[in-house]
T-cell receptor, first 113, second 112 residues
Framework: EAQVTQNPRYLITVTGKKLTVTCSQN?????MSWYRQDPGLGLRQIYY???????DKGDVPEGYKVSRKEKRNFPLILESPSPNQTSLYFC????????????FGSGTRLTVV | SQQGEEDPQALSIQEGENATMNCSYK?????LQWYRQNSGRGLVHLIL?????REKHSGRLRVTLDTSKKSSSLLITASRAADTASYFC????????????FGTGTQLKVEL
């Protein structure tokens, strides 16, 4: 089944403790992206990647890092999480950026206390 | 950031009725897309309409695009309880890089 897989589904952590949210897609998509969703703010893009080793900032990149060492994987790294990063996070992929529809993962609900 | 705005924010209808949601945006686009999100779950792509298209259909969905008014509408005909979800428009802005910009969504509730 074609899908984007995120892990974990739920995560509670403490301020300052580094964490990684994994994202993997099995569709050989070139483009991958991370969004966060907050009430009243909709989805905001954090980072995106057009291909292996090519990443770029979205609208809200502060406090996040990403890497794209393999085509299928696009992990989101929070080096020092803070409570304002409590949110619902989505990974998405597409064959080629905005020209195509995105396939979304099921989401990761992160709480930073 | 540039965002599409959906209208209304919330909509409640009876099963069998049609549901119409609107999206307005600010600058020229390459395409506009509609997504559905069931509570707390991932978004599901519904339909993509390009800037040179005026109308598109997919099953019970009908999307229109008016680039002169910078607006789009999503019509769901003969709605079902299973259509209860949030619906988002996403715009691919010309010169906006390779990203989609999402609005804040319309919450649709279809009652039996």
């Amino acid at each position: 089944e074609a899908q984007v897989t995120q892990n974990p589904r739920y995560l509670i952590t403490v301020t300052g403790k580094k964490l990684t949210v994994t994202c993997s897609q099995n569709m050989n998509h070139e483009y991958m992206s991370w969004y966060r969703q907050d009430p009243g703010l909709g989805l905001r893009q954090i980072y995106y990647s057009m291909n292996v080793e090519v990443t770029d900032k979205g609208d809200v990149p502060e406090g996040y890092k990403v890497s794209r060492k393999e085509k299928r994987n696009f992990p989101l790294i929070l080096e020092s999480p803070s409570p304002n990063q409590t949110s619902l996070y989505f990974c998405a992929s597409s064959p080629g950026g905005q020209t195509y529809g995105y396939t979304f993962g099921s989401g990761t609900r992160l709480t930073v206390v | 950031s540039q965002q599409g705005e959906e209208d209304p924010q919330a909509l409640s209808i009876q099963e069998g009725e049609n549901a119409t949601m609107n999206c307005s945006y600010k600058t020229s686009i390459n395409n506009l897309q509609w997504y559905r999100q069931n509570s707390g779950r991932g978004l599901v792509h519904l339909i993509l309409i390009r800037s040179n298209e005026r109308e598109k259909h997919s099953g019970r969905l009908r999307v229109t695009l008016d680039t002169s008014k910078k607006s789009s509408s999503l019509l769901i005909t003969a709605s079902r309880a299973a259509d209860t979800a949030s619906y988002f428009c996403a715009t691919a802005y010309t010169g906006g890089g390779n990203k989609l910009t999402f609005g804040t969504g319309t919450q649709l509730k279809v009652e039996l």
